[in-house]
């Protein structure tokens, strides 16, 4: 059976690559039409306001606290992530509901023997052809042919046990773009926070003459992006866990429906 999951690659490339493009046409479009203008306003307002010698209690506005690059550039990386973790999502939700279907139907009190796996797989190989990609009709392919070519039940269950391994770690390594990505966009944050006390030191000497607009603008920057980022990466990081989480458990759960669904059921005739 040819693996659809390989011929599946190019289209899961072209999809993140696209969700990178949208992310970044929809955040930037958002920061320019909204974002910036109203933060700007903002700004604009408080340096007349403390042109004019008016005491007032400077708000932290929320347009303020975004309207840096750094800001923009975590945005785009997040929903970046999330498409891709949705991306994910999708498919383990797919083969889980697999898993309610009874693909394989084996009576209580029925035994498998050898010779008997080639009809019991016969079902398994009229499923879709993307069906077929799947875990558990990969796993239950698997068993049967492993049990129908060494007669062996120990082999067959150490056979499910590992394509599922396998199946975890494949898994776990198409999880490293996100992982990534939440590792970059605390840095981004503190490339931000590193810009903008660079800033502020370079107008150190304005606040000795008494104009700290400029030093405090700047340290804004430096304390806004780092919140921004680690706000952001607690998000990505939580969707991850969930993410996760449903992917181990369909592999255990496939792990326990072929024990429980064909494993139990094999029975080799003694010679």
Same mark, same amino acid.
């Not at 999330?82 to 889980?96: F, H």
């Not at 919140?227 to 990505?236: D, P, Q, R």
């Given at each position: 059976? @040819?693996?659809?999951?390989?011929?599946?690659?190019?289209?899961?490339?072209?999809?993140?690559?696209?969700?990178?493009?949208?992310? /970044?046409?929809?955040?930037?479009?958002?920061?320019?039409? /909204?974002?910036?203008?109203?933060?700007?306003?903002?700004?604009?307002?408080?340096?007349?306001?403390?042109?004019?010698?008016?005491?007032?209690?400077?708000?932290?506005?929320?347009?303020?606290?975004?309207?840096?690059?750094?800001?923009?550039?975590?945005?785009?990386?997040?929903?970046?992530?999330?498409?891709?973790?949705?991306?994910?999502?999708?498919?383990?939700?797919?083969?889980?509901?697999?898993?309610?279907?009874?693909?394989? @139907?084996?009576?209580?009190?029925?035994?498998?023997?050898?010779?008997?796996?080639?009809?019991?797989?016969?079902?398994?190989q009229a499923l879709p052809e993307e069906e077929q990609s799947f875990l558990l009709p990969r796993t239950l392919l698997v068993a049967l042919q492993r049990f129908g070519s060494t007669h062996n039940v120990q082999d067959t269950s150490e056979a499910v046990r590992a394509t599922c391994e396998s199946e975890s770690e494949r898994l776990d390594s198409e999880l490293s773009m996100v992982r990534y990505i939440a590792w970059a966009i605390p840095s981004i944050g503190f490339i931000g926070t590193v810009r903008g006390i660079g800033e502020a030191l370079g107008q150190a000497y304005r606040a000795v003459e008494g104009d700290i607009a400029g030093v405090t603008t700047s340290l804004g920057v430096a304390f806004?992006?780092?919140? /921004?980022?680690?706000?952001?990466?607690?998000?990505?990081m939580f969707l991850l866990h969930q993410l996760q989480l449903i992917q181990e458990r369909l592999v255990l759960d496939t792990q326990n429906y072929c024990d429980q669904g064909l494993i139990r059921h094999l029975q080799v005739r003694a010679a």
């Open positions: 059976m @040819t693996d659809k999951r390989t011929s599946n690659l190019p289209q899961e490339l072209l999809y993140q690559i696209a969700a990178l493009v949208v992310a /970044v046409i929809v955040v930037h479009l958002i920061y320019v039409t /909204v974002i910036r203008p109203n933060a700007d306003a903002i700004l604009s307002e408080q340096a007349e306001r403390a042109a004019s010698g008016e005491a007032f209690v400077q708000d932290r506005s929320l347009f303020v606290v975004l309207r840096d690059y750094e800001q923009e550039s975590c945005f785009i990386l997040m929903l970046w992530a999330m498409a891709i973790m949705g991306y994910k999502g999708r498919g383990a939700l797919r083969e889980r509901a697999l898993l309610q279907r009874r693909i394989l @139907t084996v009576s209580d009190g029925t035994s498998i023997l050898p010779e008997d796996t080639r009809s019991y797989a016969r079902p398994i806004n992006s780092t919140f /921004v980022a680690l706000v952001i990466s607690i998000i990505i």
